[in-house]
Nanobody, 121 residues
Framework: VQLVESGGGFVQPGGSLRLSCEAS????????MSWVRQAPGKGLEWVSC???????DYSDFVKGRFTISRDNAKNSLSLQMNSLKPEDTAIYHC????????????????WGQGTQVTVSS
């Protein structure tokens, strides 16, 4: 299993970023996928997930601002982040699994470096 995140950067409050995750080493279309994040000095926090067929779920703190999507033909996962806030500053990781299942895969899969998102004026 390999998960490679990209697309992070520095943005002012209210700005947008689009994160990407390239997946390999497993049958991507058969797994729900999640984005999780880790803010400085804090633990991992689930952000959003999408099922293999496209059903989505969001944490309350990103609902209405972030949109998760996937392309099963390209084994890729995306996260469009709009109306970014300073509290969205974190390293963002993609992971196999859904809202609760990602914790199991976090223990099983190699953990990527993630992509840094910094929101600041």
């Amino acid at each position: 299993v390999q998960l490679v995140e990209s697309g992070g950067g520095f943005v002012q409050p209210g700005g947008s970023l689009r994160l990407s995750c390239e997946a390999s080493g497993f049958d991507f279309k058969n797994f729900a996928m999640s984005w999780v994040r880790q803010a400085p000095g804090k633990g991992l926090e689930w952000v959003s997930c999408i099922g293999g067929a496209g059903t989505t779920d969001y944490s309350d703190f990103v609902k209405g601002r972030f949109t998760i999507s996937r392309d099963n033909a390209k084994n890729s996962l995306s996260l469009q982040m709009n109306s970014l806030k300073p509290e969205d500053t974190a390293i963002y990781h993609c992971a196999r699994g859904g809202r609760s299942g990602w914790t199991r895969f976090q223990a099983e899969d190699p953990w990527g470096q993630g992509t840094q998102v910094t929101v600041s004026s």
